[in-house]
C-alpha cells in the first residue's frame, strides 16, 4: 500500500523530472520496510499566509472561461499557467510547485475554507487558528489541541521544542495547554553568550523567573531556559542547508530555514509553524508578474528549499498551508481584489497521494459564486487540518482538536493514506 | 494603594515608567494634579526634548518638500526617463543625480546577470537591518553582496580620489569634497573603506549636511530612519508623557504600513506629528476625519484608487484608451474618446472596499456592530474621489469630483444623499457618535490600560462618558483613571510590557543618553514590534499572551544586559549618575538594594530579592568571570557583540551595571 502510492512509481516521473528535488527515499520506498509505528516520528508544518492569498491566481481555474471574464487585467492567461490536469494550473511563479505535484508529493484542496462569512482579516485568522469559526470566546488553538488529542505521544515527556512558532511570539494556533516555543532566530536563540562563563548571568535570571508571582512569566520562563539549554548543545549558530538548498532572503525563507535546522537537530519537534505575510492585495496585484507573483515566488522559493533541505527526513514531514479567505473572483477598479470567501490550500509531504486537486469545485458563474461575488466553500478547512493531525500526529479525540465540527475519519479527503 | 505606589503605577501605566526621581515627583504633586496636567500638553514645556529633536531635520518637513529633498525610487525612476524634472537648487540636484546614476548603474548590473544563474545573495536589505545611519553606510556594500562591484572601478576611485584624504579633511570641507563627486561616486567612495572608517564619513557634520550625505546614498532610508528616530526619542524624553502613550495608542489603532509602498513613507512623518499627536487627547471625532483625510491613510487604506463605475471617470474610461489612476491631467485627446476600445491589460475603473471596511470593522463601530457587506460596498462609494494630489501638485489630500460616485448611498440604515465630499464627512460624523464606537474604543483603551480582561462595568462607564461629552478622550481617559478597576488589577491581571514600553521604560528608568535612537528602533524589530511595521490594518495586540514567549523573554534578557553594561552603540548609561548616596562603601547587599529602589522602585519580592543575591554571593571568583564576559561583550552569539562601537565602561563597578542588567531582565521589569 505504502509503496505502490510513491508517486514515482505510478507515473514514471522520476526520469524526466530529476532535478535535484528528489529525495532518495522515493527510489527507495519501494523495497522499503514497513512504515514505522503509527504517527512516530511524524512531523507537522503548518503555513498562514496571513493578508487572505488570492487562490483564484495561485491554483488557476483557467478552463472556467468566467474567470477570464471577471479578471480583465489580472487573470493568468491560459498559455502561461503551469496546467496540472487541463482544469487548473499554477501560477506561473510556483514553478517550484510543479515537480513537486509531479512527484505526487504536492496535493491541492480548492474551495475551501471556514465557513464563517466574515470578511474581517484579524476575526476570520482569530477563527481559523482558534478552530472554532464563529466562536470568540475560544483561548487556546487549534494545533495545541491537536497536540494534546495525541493517543500515542501524549504520554511521552515532551521536549520544550515539540512545538515550535517561528517568530517573536507564539501563533495563535499554538496558543494552549501544551508549551510552545517561539524562536525568533535560532542564532540568537541564547542569554547572553554561549559561553559557559555565561551560566552564573543566565542562573541568576532563571532563579528570578522561577520565583515570579506573575504566572504567565514563570511559566514562560521555565520554557525559555530549558529550550535554550538544550538547543545550546546543537551549535545552532553553525548551519548550512543540505543537497544545496536554497532559500530565499527575507523572513520566510529564513524561518523556512530554520525549522529545517530544528528538525534536523533531533530536538523533538513535532510541529511548526510559521507565517507569510503579504497577500492583501487590493491594488495592483498584477498577473503574471506583479506583486502576487513575487509573494509567490516567495512562498514556492522557501518551500522548495525547506524541502530539498530536509532530504530524506521529508519522508516523515506533512506540510499544509492555509490563509484566512480567499479574494473575490471580480476584480475590483484598481488592478487588485477585495476579500472574498472560499480558497486553496497546498498539502506537502512525503506520504501524501498528491498530483491531485482534492475537493468539489462548486463553478465561478455568477449563480454558483457565495453571495454572487466569491468563490463557494464546498470543503471545511478542518476537515483538511483534521486529516493531518490524526494520520501523522495521531490525533483521535477530533472533538478536542476542532468542538462543534463533528468532524470524524469519513471526513477526511484522503490525501493520506490511512495508517502511515 | 499608598501615595508611592499610586504613583509608580499611574507613570507605568499612563506614561512610559518613570525615569529616576519620577515616582517622588508625581507622590508630591498628587496623581490627579498629575493627570491635569497632562492632559494639556500645552502647558508642559519641552525644551529637553526639542533640543534632541533639533539633529534632526526631515521629520518636520512638509511631504512636499521631503519628496523634493529625499525622492523616491519611483521619482528617480521617472527623471531616468525623462518625466520628472530635477530640481535646479543644490544640494537637491546633486542628490537627485547621485540617486540617478546609482540607480542606472544597478539596472545595468541587473541586465548583465540576467545572463547569468541567480546568485544566492544573503546580505540584508540596508531598509530592513535597521542600525540608521550604520546601516546606510553598510548598506552601501550590502546592496550589492553577490555582485562584487567591478575591482577596476574601486582601484579607479581610489586612483582619482584621495580616500584618506577625503576623511581628514574638516566636516565642511568633507561635505563639499562629496558633494562635488562625480554623481554616484560616493557609493563606491563608502564601499572603498573598512567598516570602521564609515561613521568618519559623516562624522561632525550638522544634520543637514549629514541628511545631505546619506541621501545621495540612499534618500528614502533617510526619511524612514529619521521618522522613527524621533518617534522614540519622543516617547522616552518627552514631559508630555500621556500624550505620548496616547499618541502610539491611536497610531496602532489606525494602523500604517511604512513598507506600503514608496510614497508611503514621505507621509508619515506629517501623520504622527499633525494628524494624530494634536489630537490624541482631544475630540475623537477631529481625529478620525483628520486621519481619513490623510494621505498616510489614503494610501495605506487604497482608498486613493477608489473610482465609482458610475463616476464621470469611470464612464469616459470606458470609451477611452487608458489613463491610468493616480496620473491625472492628461485627458484624451478627441479623437482617441471616440474609440470603442479599452486597453485589453486594463481593469475597469470601480471601488476598493478596503478603507471602507476597516474604517467600520478597526476605526470606529467594531466587527460586531453588525454592518453587512453591502454596508462596506456602499462606505466605499461614499468615499470614492477622496484621494491624494500627484506630488508634482502638492501631493496633499484631494477630492476628485470626476472619481466620486452618484447618488445616495445607504450605510449602516442611514441615507446619504448625494453630496460630494460633505457624504464622507456625513458617515463620519454618524461613525463617530455611534454607541458602538463609544463601546469599542473604550474597550479598546481599557484593554491597553488597565487589564486584559476589562470589567463591562467600566467599559460602559467610559463608553458613557464618551457618548455624552461627544467623544473627549481627556474626559474618557478620567473616568477610566478614576475607577477603582484601574488601581485594583490583581496580580494576575498586571500587564505586560509590549515591546515598544519595554525598551522605552528601559531607556527612561536608566536615565539613558540615547544619540542613536535608531539602535532602538532596529531593537523593536528584533522583538516582533516593528515601529509602523505591521502590514496588516489591526495593529498589535496589547494583550498579554502576545507579548509572553520564549523569544520575547531571550530578546529582553540580552537586550536589559547590553543596555546596563553600555554595549549599546549611541545609548549611554552612567549609573555612577543614578540618585543614591554613599555608594562608596556599600556592600553587595547594599548596592542590590539600592539598584531595586533606583529600577524597580523597591517592588522586587522579598524571595527574589534574596534568590539573586544568594547566587550573586555563592560564587565569586565564577561570577567574576560571567561579570566580564557580560561587559566585554565578546561572547560571540550575543547580538550585540559585533561591530559595535563600545563606550567606555565606568568607573563604577562592574558587578553594578551586571546587576542592573539583571534587575531590567527580571520579570518585575516586564510588568507595568
Redesign the interface.
Known sequence: MVITRRAVMRNGAMAVVGTGIIPSFLTRSMFAAEPSAHGKNQRVVVLFQ??AADGLNMVVPHAESYYYQAR???AIPRNQVLDLDGFFGLHPALAEFKPLWDQKQLAIIHATGSPDP??????AQDFMESGTPGYKATTDGWLNRALQAERERAREKASPFRAV?M????ARSL?GKIPA?????V?????????P?????S???Q????????????G??A??FE??KMLKATDP?HYSPANGA?YP??PFGESMKQIAQLMKADLGVEVAFADI??W?H??NEG?VDGQLARSLRNLSQGIAGFWQDMGDEAENVTLVSMSEFGRAVH??????T??GHANVMFVLGGKVQGGKVYGQWPGLNPEQLY?N?DLAITTDYRRVLGEVVWKNLGARDMNLVFPQAQLNQGDFLGYLPAGI | MAGQAKALHVLDRMAFGPRPGDVEEVEAMGVNRWLDLQLHPEKISDDALKQRMADYNAPFMDPQTLILKFPSGNLIRQALKGRASIPSEQPDQAVWKSQMAITQQRQERKNEQSTQPTQQNNAKDAGQSGAGQAAMLAGAENGTAGTPAPDERRQKLRGDVDVSGVLNLSADQRYEALLAMQPGDIQEFVRSLAPAERPGVIAGMSPTQRETVLALLNPRLVVVNETESVRLLQDIYSERQLQRVMTEFWLNHFNIYTGKNEREPYYLPQFEHEVVAPHALGKFEDLLDAVATSPAMLLYLDNEQSVGPNSPFALRREHAPVESPGQMGSPASAANALLPVRAKKQSAPGINENYGRELMELHTVGVNAGYTQQDVIEAAKVFTGWTVAPPQQGGGFRFDERRHEPGPKVVIGHTIQEGGEQEGLELLHILATSPATAHFISQELAVRFVSDNPSTALVNRMAKTFLSSDGDMGKVLRTMIHSPEFWSAPDHENKIKTPLDYVVSAARVTNADVTQPYRLVAELKVMGMPLSGTEEPNGYAMTNDTWASTSELINRMNFALALASNRIAGVEVSIDAWPGEGRADATPEQEESWLERVILNGTISGQMHEAVLKTLLDTPAQNQAAVNLVLAGDNGASPFATGLQRYGTHSADTRVAVMAGLLIGSPDFQRR
Open positions: 496571513r493578508g480583465t487585467s489580472i466574515t470578511r474581517s482579516h484579524f476575526d512558532s517568530g517573536a511570539d507564539v496558543h516555543v517561539a524562536m525568533g532566530n542564532a540568537n536563540f541564547t542569554v547572553d553568550g554561549r559561553d562563563n555565561a551560566a552564573p548571568v542562573s541568576i535570571l532563579t528570578m523567573y522561577d520565583n515570579s508571582t506573575l504566572s504567565l512569566l514563570r514562560t520562563g520554557e525559555t529550550a535554550v549558530a536554497q532572503r527575507g505575510g503579504g492583501d487590493h491594488f498577473s476584480e475590483n477598479g484598481t488592478g487588485g477585495d476579500h453571495q461575488r
